[in-house]
């Protein structure tokens, strides 16, 4: 089993959509999480953080629920900028430092 | 300011051959990561440099897999006697170490090293 599992997709939704990716995670000593979003071609970059309380970042929500291991991303009013690759990333507390764990990567197109 | 450089950003090699993908973290960042893609793969971590302690080489594939930090800035990752599966796309990053209470902070890719090993 993966460490870090997502739904690769693709989603294909229409501009203006709300879309969710759901993402779930091995390792219960996992205690900080991101989502990290990736164009094609392109190095990753931090979209946000994820705290216990769940935030929001504009268009963007995260949710985490450590009793299911499970991390959610929630995108409103798609823009086609939106389209790229989501991805789901743990890390543990000091002692493992700060190395990450990334899932593979969800996929989302969005269309006109 | 300047972001994390790699070079070269592409490198093609024959099987056996040794390579060398140079990193150039940001300035003032102390910790240091090597990970790579693979076509389909989600990345997967190398290993990671945190200002003088030693370095964390658990996600090292195997002994042909070798990294330096000099002087706590620049890193070079050496692949001796290439094999094909290693091609890939090898991507450092750099952050400022940890956080309060020692959570994660932001790291900051490079935009790799495309090896491919014919």
């Known amino acids: 089993r993966k460490e870090v599992e997502q739904d690769p997709g693709p989603f294909n939704v229409p501009e203006g959509a709300t879309v969710a990716f759901n993402c779930t995670y091995s390792?219960?000593?996992?205690?900080?999480f991101f989502w990290y979003r990736q164009d094609c071609r392109k190095e990753p970059k931090l979209l946000m953080s994820v705290y216990s309380s769940g935030n929001e970042d504009g268009r963007f929500t995260a949710q985490l629920n450590r009793a299911s291991q499970y991390i959610s991303l929630l995108i409103r009013d798609s823009k086609l900028s939106d389209s790229a690759t989501y991805l789901c990333?743990?890390?543990?507390?000091?002692?493992?430092?700060?190395?990450?764990?990334f899932g593979t990567g969800t996929q989302l197109k969005v269309e006109l | 300011g300047a972001g994390v450089s790699q070079s070269p950003s592409n490198k093609v090699t024959e099987k056996g051959k040794d390579v060398e993908l140079r990193c150039d973290p940001i300035s003032g960042h102390t910790a240091l990561y090597w990970y790579r893609q693979s076509l389909g793969q989600g990345l997967e971590f190398l290993i990671y440099f945190q200002g003088n302690s030693a370095p964390d080489k658990s996600g090292l594939p195997s002994d042909r897999f070798s990294a330096e930090r000099t002087g706590g800035s620049v890193s070079t990752l050496t692949i001796q006697r290439t094999q094909q599966e290693d091609s890939a796309v090898y991507l450092c990053a750099s952050s400022l170490g940890l956080g309060p209470g020692g959570r994660g902070v932001e790291q900051f890719f490079g935009p790799g090293t495309r090896l491919t090993v014919l």
């Open positions: 390792n219960s000593a996992s205690q900080s």
């Open positions: 990333v743990v890390s543990p507390l000091t002692g493992g430092g700060n190395k990450l764990t």
